[in-house]
């Protein structure tokens, strides 16, 4: 499937992997990539050993990077990192594209935008970005409430071809097959940004017991909550939120927020003896509704290819 993705970055499919922070490493990326699409690793709350481990990860693979874009604020040789590898593209998200948008431009290397509203998509075209990625609520981990892929994606499409004919968009948020690729290209975007179905494949830096647990999930058993940023003492803007897989920590956390701050030593205790052991009744997984349309853990080629071929069939071209 040609589109305009497709044509800017050399690829055969319109798909990009989600820059997951922490889980989208450079065997993820690199996996994606020789697959046909566009594999970005998450450069999220990264430090410079892990960017460089896992850009080493990723081989000859061309690959990009995403970045949080508040966090690398605060550590930003990150970017000059990832721009020596010159990677295929940087995506940031979550905070003001400004202060970084210049630098990529001048390192000739693609800028993708991710966006929450038609403000934010406002913000990406004046920092000159070459793909504006519009994020609906369905998203797993961070985003916002306000908007759902189906009605952001049309509405960021048309803003851009008004503004700016020449970016692309590119849809995100609960696209986990061929189906949601195909819905994606006829709301008129350019291709799809994937993330929960790339986090279920056996390339992701996941625990298997974090698989385990979600492949018997629906989307009925995800929200939007700030209580891991609470217990991860991640100082997250006050607009944002992530879609979370629920479990016993949550139910005792999640709307409890004021008690939550008075027994806060106490919760950031237990969550950090899950994280360590793995105990996903308390321990975060961060995945989007889409969680409902993953049944098992595949190789992320394998994903690829399936969801454009059934795209494809979809929109009645030849893959």
């Known amino acids: 499937m ?17 820059p997951m922070a922490m889980a989208s490493g450079g065997r993820l990326a690199a996996a994606v990539t020789a697959a046909g699409g566009l594999g970005l690793i998450g450069g999220g709350y ?13 081989g000859a693979a061309l690959v990009g990077c995403g970045f949080i874009t508040w966090s690398l604020a605060r550590a930003p040789e990150l970017l000059d990192e990832a721009l020596e590898r010159e990677p295929a593209a940087i995506m940031l998200s979550f905070g003001d594209f400004g202060p970084f948008a210049e630098h990529i431009r001048e390192a000739g290397v693609p800028l993708m935008a991710q966006v929450q ?27 916002m409430t306000v908007r759902s892929t189906f009605t952001l994606v049309p509405d960021v499409v048309d803003l851009v071809g008004a503004r700016s004919p020449a970016t692309l968009v590119v849809a995100a948020g609960g696209i986990a097959d061929g189906r949601g690729l195909a819905a994606a290209l006829a709301l008129g975007a350019d291709g799809a940004l994937v993330g929960t179905r790339l986090w279920a494949s056996a390339e992701a830096l996941v625990s298997p017991r974090a698989h385990q647990r979600v ?20 100082d997250w ?15 005792t956390w999640h709307g409890n927020e004021d008690q939550l701050a008075v027994a806060l030593p106490e919760a950031v205790e237990a969550f950090e003896k899950a994280s360590a052991t793995e105990d996903f009744d308390a321990a975060a997984i961060l995945v989007g ?11 992320a080629g394998d994903i690829v290819a399936d969801m454009a071929r059934d795209a494809a069939r979809i929109l009645g071209r030849q893959a």
């Open 2 to 18: 040609n589109t305009r993705l497709t044509e800017l970055f050399g690829i055969e499919h319109p798909i990009i992997s989600a």
């Open 46 to 58: 990264g430090n410079t050993d892990w960017l460089r481990r896992e850009f080493d990860e990723a």
């Open 117 to 143: 509203n038609l403000e934010h998509a406002r913000q990406a075209l004046d920092s000159g970005a070459d793909v504006v990625v519009a994020q609906g609520g369905e998203a797993g981990g961070h985003g």
């Open 215 to 234: 492949v018997a999930a629906s989307g009925d058993d995800t929200f939007r909550t700030r209580v891991y940023d609470v217990v991860r003492q991640l």
């Open 237 to 251: 803007p006050a607009d944002y939120n992530a879609r979370a897989l629920g479990n016993r920590f949550l139910d």
């Open 289 to 299: 509704e889409a969680i409902g349309l993953v049944r098992d853990i595949r190789p």
